[in-house]
């Protein structure tokens, strides 16, 4: 039964999430910066979870000092990176390819799970990571196989926002172990938040909060409500049912519900190659949940 929720929890983060491109290159094509909509979904987020807390569950915002060595790194390293990389992308990528190159974060997960945790893979489950990369491979263009290539910064930012995913992913698995998820979502995105500020006062000119529109507000708020508070909460619930590695292979089914978006809202065509690559991904997926009900996970 844990099992079960957990691969429900997963998919559940992995929908919310796949709204993320759709509704951020909305807001650039309105005219908002991509620190700012980072700045205001940081802000928002951090608002809202603190105050949600403080009216429902108190004792979350306490906090100890081995707690912290332990949350600090999952807010300043893997949420901090993973949404300022992948926002950053998406001013030179589509919104599909930036999601599809997020999810080659598996293998990086996979070789952490081995060499931070010591945790053995079965050899269904390294089949299952090596189809879902062949497959995030071909949909991204990565092999080059039609001819055409992607932007380099675009490029070199998803696969940034990929390692700072896995580590988040990683680092969050073993906080879960014996913390919340409401506490591990809340003080990674607080991380967060402070790095933005910090990264803010570092560069006064990148973010000018007082120039800030109404309008670039709305879409933070939106973004921090739809796309990282709900979906964070749920893939940490996923992640503590089912371990890192495991929900990093089954909450790609964010990709085709993302292509599904950006062709339906943005116009993104789809491709035979990211056909194909959707494919090998599902296939992963089904791979992985056959292995999953054999064996335990280490959360």
């Avoid at 293998?107 to 189809?131: E, N």
């Avoid at 919340?180 to 000018?208: C, D, E």
Wanted: with cysteine; glycine share 8%; aromatic share 12%.
């Amino acid at each position: 039964m844990d099992y079960q929720k957990g691969i429900v929890f997963t998919l559940l983060s992995a929908a919310a999430f796949a709204s993320t491109p759709l509704i951020i290159v909305n807001a650039y094509q309105r005219g908002a910066l991509a620190w700012e909509i980072i700045f205001t979904q940081s802000i928002i987020a951090s608002l809202i979870l603190f105050f949600g807390l403080l009216l429902l569950s108190p004792s979350s915002l306490h906090l100890k000092w081995q707690e912290l060595k332990i949350l600090a790194p999952i807010g300043l390293i893997g949420s901090l990176g993973t949404v300022t990389c992948y926002n950053l992308s998406l001013q030179y990528i589509p919104g599909g390819i930036a999601t599809l190159l997020l999810y080659t974060y598996p293998v990086f997960v996979a070789m952490g799970t081995v060499l931070i945790f010591g945790q053995k893979i079965s050899s269904k489950q390294m089949i299952a990571l090596a189809f879902g990369f062949f497959g995030v491979a071909l949909a991204s263009k990565i092999m080059k196989l039609s001819g055409t290539g992607i932007n380099n910064t675009g490029l070199l930012l998803g696969f940034i926002a990929a390692l700072a995913y896995a580590i988040l992913n990683l680092l969050s698995e073993k906080a879960l172990q014996t913390l919340s998820p409401w506490k591990v979502t809340a003080f990674a995105q607080f991380g967060s938040t402070t790095g933005i500020i910090f990264i803010n006062l570092v560069f006064p000119n990148l973010i000018h909060i007082t120039g800030i529109s109404r309008v670039t507000w709305l879409f933070g708020g939106t973004v921090a409500v739809l796309c990282s508070i709900i979906p964070f909460f749920l893939l940490m619930r996923g992640i503590s049912y089912i371990g890192s590695s495991k929900a990093s292979i089954i909450s790609t089914a964010e990709i085709p519900l993302t292509l599904l978006l950006v062709f339906l809202f943005l116009g993104e065509k789809f491709t035979l190659l990211q056909i194909a690559g959707s494919i090998l991904i599902f296939f992963s997926i089904l791979l992985l949940r056959k292995e999953g009900e054999k064996t335990p996970s280490l959360a």
